[in-house]
């Protein structure tokens, strides 16, 4: 697979896993939130997938960017500054493309530091940051594919029983636990599709 | 869901459309981005409010925009803060040269696009962020205390201020010293449909209300059973004055808001029960406000706020003012 | 029954008590009998206007109390008409020597109880009817049509005369004439509950509206699938203009009024709606008015007004007004 | 029974149906009108109650004008000025105690002609007046208790099949049609009573 296509095929793969959620993911925050994340994700990778082409046409550390500033600019919400946050800041540490494990996991941690930045948060907060990181470790620690899908299922899972302290669901306070966060099960979903492109490719 | 709507993904775009048509005489819109705008764009030497947030809350941002009050607003999705290409076409829109305020709702989202908004903008900017809702306490999670009601008041007085003349910083030190002096809670009877969700964002019961509800429909302190309105301004005038600690010397703003399905013979029922609460207390009501300011899409409920007026803040709050939503001596 | 209120018996005592706190510096009230009348009582020489009818069409009547408007408002139970003695007591409390005018919305019952307060009062009287709503024609029974939102408009023009001097028989006459320039047609979403009744008026299911409903949750023309904004905006204005015929030369007032339990991003989308119908019918809207202003308790859903706007009448609905829930250039 | 136990006796029955019903009215009037047919009645009689020692201390003729002006200053709606005209001009019929049918037949007359006037509406259209006139009929023709409160009851489920053309339950039109009207089944709420206090005198 070249650039181009990787590029597409991942941009199909994680549009296509948001259509397909969208509804879900809403429940998920009507639950513990304001409903609305389904919407915001689906509106992003919308007008994601509106400029595949131009994606396809640049490097795929500019491709990230670009869609980063997508993100920011389409979504609102808290989702957008937090996932173009962490697409833009994965993409300016893409200079050149990854070449191994090693260059994926230093391009994660990036994102995931600009999310936490943005965020004022880490992990433990009941945030996408509770399965961003975990995956981060495992691809760092040079997981497969399958390892990282079910490092992700795993830590999505997790989240269940955390007491939100970050975003819309920290307001519940206690009545947080018991439902899985929405941006934690967004990020499952992206990670999952980004799996399944690498394991075709 | 039953809403006088045509399509779901057209409720935004033709709500603006019509608001910026009914009130062509007092504020311009955009759709892409959507924003509305001061008629006439930036007053030249003036500081320039901006204000946004999610849509749902009608009138709020909209409708305070005109004399004496906010230069634009940013109307996000229903529920979702807006993006930063509308905050910053905004700026563009109305910066009158001495500096932009942004008038900011403190939820995650709000917060940190308008901070992207701030750091991309070319130009002296300042934020202030309401965080008036009591319901929370601020100690059980980092992300502080919501923004509702009181953003209202808030922007009235700052509009005011940035009217007579006032620079970013004092305008944005007043915004915060309006903030710090305000409490608001609020309860709910029944939920809200976000259109695009299709289905109410939570369950209640036929003889269960939300005490301390967010104006998203997002649980507050409780559910439990249905209070009678005496109480129910007890619980929330008790909670309010236990953040803002009023004195029997301070004069107090007093704003009974409906969160939109409630109708206004309930809201005067309800400013009836508040002021029997707040004479019982020993409070002094200098000034109110009844009616839907800051409402969540048609939900039936109502909160109160109450916001400790110095004497520049109530000159302030008495100033002319004329904007779709409110107007006075103009 | 979900309501903001403490005792079924209690509602309009209450809710008037907060109107009247709320509004001390535009209105004095009395609970027994109940009234709102103008800070100050009658202004001499000029014509007192009197409205009232049932209570839960708030802000219609005491909130277009004051300045520009009306004199006096009497509340009755909740949509039940007032009785004489309320209206007397309006009557002696505001009569400023050249007459009384009052504005009765056609309902067997408020006609009655006005008509007999008329007869008892010691002074010069004379009564506007209002009946614009065309949902129920009127060939059907002997009764007329309804009186419904264009009663507001009445009110403010009709204020605006006789606050510049106009006799009685021109107030009068006046009123009689913007009645007769005007059409309204309303739909429902939802019914409303009287709190008394404690159940809702009628049923109605969950892809079904009322279309021509009355402000009492009366049905109207018929029960239909729901429709869309543009299609409800249609159906309203097409029903309006077989009963006003406006023609393109004329200047119409377009009133997008809430029954209560809608929000105003619902109601300014409609607005919008019925701006485009407006436009290819090639109609000319010269004044808007969007918002809650005769409602019909929690209610969702909203009606449609157009009144063809004589010069006079123009000049008379931009004059200033200063009552609590509409308010211009004062 | 002389005049004062008979007015109370009269209050008393007349106060005791419309508490008992009030519920029932409403329901019939939320069919076919604005749903406060109870209330009204139950307001008015309500107060009629609280006078009942002061209207015992008068002539017929007085205590009926006198309800019958406060049901005009307490029940609001169509029904107070229509059972208040009822009352009123009946009172004004009675100068004398009447002695015999013809004498109540005519003060019903007298009663009824006031609240066609005020509500410019005569039998047919679906009103207190289709129960009000067929009774006044019978008692006119001599008719006893028996027969008056059959004649209440006939009159009343023949207003079900009635079309509408007064009151609110006008604006119904066709669908006014099945539902029996509220105001009829007020009259003969207190047309029973009435005929159950002559009954036991
Ligand atoms: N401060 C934060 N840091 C990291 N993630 C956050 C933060 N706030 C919210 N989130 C994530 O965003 C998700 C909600 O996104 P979304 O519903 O689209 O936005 P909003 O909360 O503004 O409605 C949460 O489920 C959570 O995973
Ligand atoms: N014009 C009229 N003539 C005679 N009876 C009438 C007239 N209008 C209404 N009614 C009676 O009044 C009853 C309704 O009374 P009520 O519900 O108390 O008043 P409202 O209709 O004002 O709500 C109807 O059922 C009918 O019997
Ligand atoms: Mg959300
Ligand atoms: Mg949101
Ligand atoms: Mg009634
Ligand atoms: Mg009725």
């Known amino acids: 697979m070249d650039e181009a296509t990787l590029i597409r095929a ?77 697409l833009m800041d994965m993409g300016k540490a893409a200079s050149t493309a990854p070449a191994n494990e090693a260059d994926v996991a230093q391009l994660l941690r990036a994102g995931i530091d600009a999310v936490k930045k943005r965020g004022k948060s880490d992990v433990g907060a009941k945030t996408m940051l509770d399965v961003l990181v975990p995956v981060a470790e495992t691809v760092a620690e040079g997981g497969n594919v399958d390892a990282i899908r079910a490092r992700a299922d795993e830590a999505l899972e997790a989240t269940r029983d955390m007491l939100a302290t970050k975003g819309r669901a920290a307001f519940l306070g206690e009545r947080s636990i018991g439902h899985i966060d929405p941006g934690a099960r967004s990020s499952a979903l992206l990670i999952h599709a980004v799996c399944n492109v690498l394991e075709a490719s | 869901m039953k809403k006088l709507i045509n399509n779901v993904d057209d409720v935004l775009t033709e709500s603006l459309a019509g608001f ?114 009591v319901a929370v306490e601020s100690s059980l999670h980092s992300q502080g205390r919501r923004g509702v009601a009181a953003t209202v008041i808030v922007e009235k007085i700052v509009g005011a201020a940035a009217e007579r003349g006032d620079d970013l910083a004092a305008c944005k030190a ?67 004055c236990e953040s803002i600690a009023p004195s029997g010397d301070d004069d107090l703003l007093l704003l009974v808001n409906g969160m939109g399905g409630t109708p206004l013979m309930e809201l005067y029922l309800l400013y009836n029960s508040a002021m029997n609460v707040a004479g019982e207390r020993g409070l002094k009501i ?45």
């Open chain 1, 10 to 86: 991942l941009v199909a793969a994680c549009c296509a896993t948001i259509e397909e959620h969208s509804g879900e993911l809403t429940k998920l925050d009507q639950a513990i939130g304001d409903g609305d994340h389904g919407l915001n994700m689906s509106r992003g990778f919308k007008a994601i997938t509106a400029e595949a082409d131009a994606l396809a046409a640049m490097s795929l550390g500019d491709a990230l960017k670009k869609a980063g500033m997508t993100l920011v600019m389409k979504v609102g919400g808290a989702s957008g500054p937090l996932y173009g946050s962490l």
């Open chain 2, 286 to 330: 200098a000034r109110s406000l009844v009616g839907n300011y800051c409402t969540s899409l048609e939900m039936a409920g109502a909160s109160i706020t109450l916001t400790k007026l110095d004497t520049e803040m109530a000159e302030l709050w008495d100033a002319p003012v004329h904007t779709a939503a409110l107007r006075w001596k103009a």
């Open chain 2, 20 to 133: 910026g048509r009914a009130h062509a005489d007092l504020v311009d819109i955009s759709t892409d981005p959507k924003l509305v705008t001061r008629k006439g764009g930036g007053k030249k030497g003036k500081v320039a409010l901006i204000s946004g947030g999610g849509s749902g809350h009608e009138p709020m941002h909209a409708g305070f925009v005109g004399m004496g009050m906010l230069d634009a607003a940013c109307p996000g999705e229903v529920f979702t803060s807006p993006t930063p290409d509308q905050m910053l076409a905004a700026a563009e829109a109305v910066d009158g040269g001495a500096g932009i305020l942004w008038i900011v709702k403190n939820y995650a989202g709000d917060v940190m696009n308008f901070e992207m908004a701030g750091e991309m903008y070319d130009g002296p900017t300042e934020t202030v962020l309401t965080n008036d809702d």
């Open chain 2, 174 to 240: 007043l915004g915060d010293r309006v903030n710090a002096a305000s409490g608001t809670m609020g309860i709910a009877l029944t939920s809200c449909t976000v259109p695009a969700a299709g289905s109410p964002t939570f369950e209640i019961g036929e003889s269960e209300m939300e005490l301390g509800v967010g104006i998203h429909g997002e649980p507050g302190r409780k559910r439990v059973d249905l209070m009678k309105a005496d109480e129910i301004a007890e619980a929330l005038i008790q909670a309010i």
